[in-house]
């Protein structure tokens, strides 16, 4: 099975850089997902890793390191609008992702 | 483009009242299919996922079926609800079961008094 541990909360100021951990245990590892999503709507798609090291795309970059069972969502020049539950799914040996309970994050002025 | 249709957007239904969720996907061919359902402040949970017509995979066993009856459309039943069975249902797509990225439908908050 997977077992998927995320901070509940985290709250940054709008500029800064935030960074939100995610550790799995899993029986089987094929990748890992983070998804965004707004209260009330449904999540979307942030990044992949498959492999170990920093994927960075615009503001948001993930790393990965599979040894450590270890991944960050890195979120820089933070907005209002970054205010949402982000979400860390690692998907097994069969193709499924099994989701963390996400992290809420709140932007300040 | 692909766009994925969930409805209705809120429901609620009266313990013991049968449930019907329809979901479909347009602009792709024999996309896999999955149902989550979240509760408050909590992830997703895998319920169930399919990955051609007719092909149903449980995760969690509960009162609570799926059926596949066309290549792109996913329904979620119940014949009697329960009040547990009350959450935000969410209807996703991928293109293959492996390593692809989920689009998920707007989804539907159901709540069982």
């Known amino acids: 099975g997977q077992n998927i541990d995320q901070p509940t909360e985290m709250t940054a100021t709008e500029g800064a850089i935030v960074q939100i951990n995610c550790t799995y245990q899993?029986?089987?590892?094929?990748?890992l997902f983070w998804y965004q999503q707004h209260a009330g709507e449904a999540p979307t798609f942030l990044s992949y890793n498959v492999l170990d090291g920093l994927e960075e795309k615009g503001r948001f970059s993930s790393f990965l390191s599979r040894s450590k069972g270890y991944s960050y969502l890195l979120l820089k020049e933070l907005q209002m609008k970054d205010s949402a539950s982000y979400l860390c799914?690692?998907?097994?040996?069969?193709?499924?992702?099994?989701f963390g309970d996400g992290t809420t994050l709140t932007v300040k002025p | 483009s692909q766009t994925i249709h969930q409805w209705p957007a809120t429901l609620v239904q009266p313990v013991g009242s049968p449930l019907s969720l329809e979901c479909t996907v347009e602009g792709t061919s024999n996309p896999n299919l999955y149902w989550y359902r979240q509760a408050a402040g909590r992830g997703l949970q895998l319920l169930f996922y399919?990955?051609?017509?007719?092909?149903i995979s449980s995760e969690v066993p509960q009162n609570l079926s799926a059926s596949r009856p066309q290549d792109r459309q996913f329904i979620l039943s119940s014949k009697k609800l329960l009040l547990s069975d009350s959450g935000f249902y969410l209807c996703?797509?991928?293109?293959?079961?492996?390593?692809?990225?989920?689009?998920f439908g707007s989804g539907t908050q159901l709540s069982v008094l």
């Open positions: 996703a797509w991928s293109a293959d079961r492996g390593s692809e990225k989920l689009f």
């Open positions: 799914a690692v998907e097994d040996n069969a193709g499924k992702s099994t």
């Open positions: 399919s990955v051609g017509i007719g092909q």
């Open positions: 899993t029986s089987g590892f094929n990748g």
